[in-house]
């Protein structure tokens, strides 16, 4: 179930009391439904607690289920009968001498009927008159506001909001000690394939609630991340020092390095050469000019790869990248635990890295803001990360390939002069 305070999953918690009669309790478990984001529990608005963890909690009766049962029966009867009607027609006209059992004897106006959950007669006997239920009639006498809400300021703790309503549709409550917890929307199961290789990326569990996924080859289990730690204050031309957190999610060891961005010009030629290479594509597969007699799958999706994309960013910032490279460890999730201080000698300058611990780093740069910008201009700069990727996911034997990515740093907006600086 939902918390109807905030909309997020709710959670069996257990708690102890005392069941028995008098001088001869015992220690019992009950369950109730509470929320981790809001605090919100079945507690607060009086529904009773469980004996089993997976009992079914009660439910209020909405107050007017007797109106809508008795609109959908009207209506299922009317499907019921206009559907009668169109085969009546179908069934009287002549066909050659040959008329089916099931019409003969009216079996799929029973069948239908038992689907809709109305008694089975036969398909020629059907003479009763629907009656259609009391239409709804408007009234436009409305009830006067009570003096209370205009001599006594209202309490926005026990008052719901709209969202809070609309999430509760049948009943709508006004005070929050009415709510109560709805179901759970319905959840799909979705799959997602890369467009070249059409291997799977994504893939759930057979159960919508579970987040552990069977294939996980997603780019942040594969590709260092890059986090800002610290960074001084932002000033239009001034240097300003800037750390980042370096992290391996990999099992292998890798070795990180900074480069600067390319220039407009070799954008836009290596851009010309991976278009090119995208079209000449299917003349560098071998087969001698014979077609392949291999024909795909009715199942199977084409692959279709996306052409290569111009980056639309504009640098307002330089930055200075350090020389060398950065190791990193292999990930240990023990690490995390051990305090016992890293035993790498990877003989870092501490210029450069001023902190590591495990399979993170943490790098030291300078940033320069351009000069002109105006108080509150976001500042954007950017590097290639050049890495180490060890695949093992094509070949028996691990292959280490060199990958290049762009990052682009968003350190934050320009400050206005310090008095300190300006003295």
Same mark, same amino acid.
């Given at each position: ?213 069977? @294939?996980? $080859?997603? !780019? ?6 890059? #986090?800002?730690?610290?960074? /001084?204050?932002?000033? =239009? *031309? ?80 330089? @930055?200075? $990248?350090? !020389? ?6 292999? #990930?240990?999730?023990?690490? /995390?635990?051990?305090? =016992? *201080? ?82």
């Amino acid at each position: 179930m939902d918390c109807p305070n905030c909309f997020n999953a709710l959670s069996v918690r257990a708690s102890t009391v005392a069941r028995g009669p008098e001088g001869a309790k015992t220690p019992g478990k009950v369950y109730y439904l509470a929320c981790f984001i809001c605090r919100w529990t079945t507690r607060d608005v009086g529904i009773p607690d469980q004996t089993a963890a997976s009992g079914q909690w009660p439910e209020r009766e909405n107050p007017h289920n007797n109106r809508i049962n008795t609109l959908l029966e009207h209506y299922k009867t009317k499907a019921l009968r206009e559907k009668m009607e169109k085969e009546r027609k179908t069934f009287s006209a002549p066909r050659r001498g040959y008329t089916h059992l099931a019409e003969r004897y009216g079996l799929s106006g029973m069948i239908a009927r038992r689907r809709a959950g109305l008694p089975t007669v036969p398909l020629g006997r059907d003479t009763e008159v629907i009656t259609p239920p009391p239409p709804s009639v408007a009234s436009e006498n409305v009830e006067e506001l009570p003096e209370v809400f205009l001599t006594t300021a209202p309490n926005l703790t026990e008052l719901t909001t709209l969202s809070q309503r609309l999430n509760l549709m049948d009943s709508q409550p006004v005070l929050a000690e009415d709510m109560i917890p709805p179901h759970r929307r319905l959840y799909i199961k979705r799959s997602q394939r890369c467009r070249e290789c059409e291997h799977n990326i994504c893939k759930p569990e057979f159960t919508p609630a579970s987040i552990k996924f069977k @294939i996980q $080859l997603a !780019a942040n289990y594969h590709l260092p991340s890059v #986090r800002i730690l610290t960074v /001084e204050p932002l000033r =239009s *031309g001034r240097s300003c020092e800037i750390i980042l957190k370096l992290t391996n999610p990999t099992q292998h060891l890798t070795s990180v390095q900074f480069c600067p961005l390319p220039t407009e010009q070799e954008e836009l030629r290596d851009l010309e050469i991976e278009m090119e290479k995208l079209f000449h594509k299917d003349e560098t597969k071998p087969g001698g000019g014979r077609e392949s007699l291999v024909l795909p799958s009715i199942g199977q999706r084409s692959s279709v790869p996306l052409p290569p994309r111009r980056v639309q960013a504009t640098v307002t910032a330089g @930055i200075s $990248l350090p !020389a060398g490279g950065v190791i990193l460890p292999p #990930r240990d999730d023990a690490a /995390e635990y051990d305090d =016992s *201080g890293d035993t790498h000698n990877f003989g870092d300058d501490p210029k450069v890295v001023v902190w590591r611990k495990g399979n993170k780093a943490a790098v030291k740069c300078v940033i320069t803001p351009e000069a002109g910008l105006e108080v509150g201009a976001s500042v954007l700069c950017g590097f290639v990360l050049c890495y180490g990727y060890v695949n093992t996911m094509v070949t028996v034997e691990p292959a280490r390939v060199d990958l290049q990515v762009r990052v682009y740093l968003s350190p934050g907006n320009i400050v206005g002069e310090d008095s300190t600086i300006a003295q």
